[in-house]
């Protein structure tokens, strides 16, 4: 199978994970998570807001999961990924595609987004595995989430605030002169710090030093 065909079996087969974030002091954190969608974007994961798992999934920006789906009663398969997540506009969903399966629950309840935050998981490894009746594994990874070939650069409208720093997955921002620079050998291009700054400061570039 093609990734695409992973993340496309996970949305119309798996609706709901168990996934799995560390807390500040390195703790895990279990939860309960429904799937959205997946598109060539990622895989798209609705978070229950006001709990600490959602809590520590937005510091961390790192999370993995696993979802198991039983084909028949003699052929069980589950699929495990981890990865890099960032918080999107509940807005998009409406554009993004739907699982074949019955949608998903939420969705149907009116203002679910007042409890739901949506996450995207992109710049991720996958493992696709059968438990029985002969085990079997593959594992793949994906980049997506952003272009790959977008870089991200730091403009003189910065105004040090840090909080970019602060959310940055690979501690890759220099915070110790204005404006911040990003170290792009270090960078994976989430685009976290780009969603993040509030003096629209970063700016989108396809080529370096463009
Ligand atoms: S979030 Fe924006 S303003 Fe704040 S330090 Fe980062 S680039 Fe500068
Ligand atoms: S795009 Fe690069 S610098 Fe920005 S948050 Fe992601 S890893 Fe850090």
Partial sequence: MEIQDYLTYLADKIPTVTAAVTDGSGQPLTCALDIASCSKNGIYLFVPKHTAFYQALSTRNYLSFTGIYQESPHIQVSLSFRGHVTEKSPDILSRLPRPSRNSCNLMKQENYNDSFALFLLAKATGEWHRMYPEPDTVTFSFSSGTDDQDYFFITSRCVLCRLCASRCPQK???????????????????GTCYDTCLAKAIIRQTKPGD
């Fill in 172 to 190: 890759c921002i220099d915070i110790s002169q204005r404006p911040a620079r990003i170290i792009q050998e270090n960078c994976i291009r989430c």
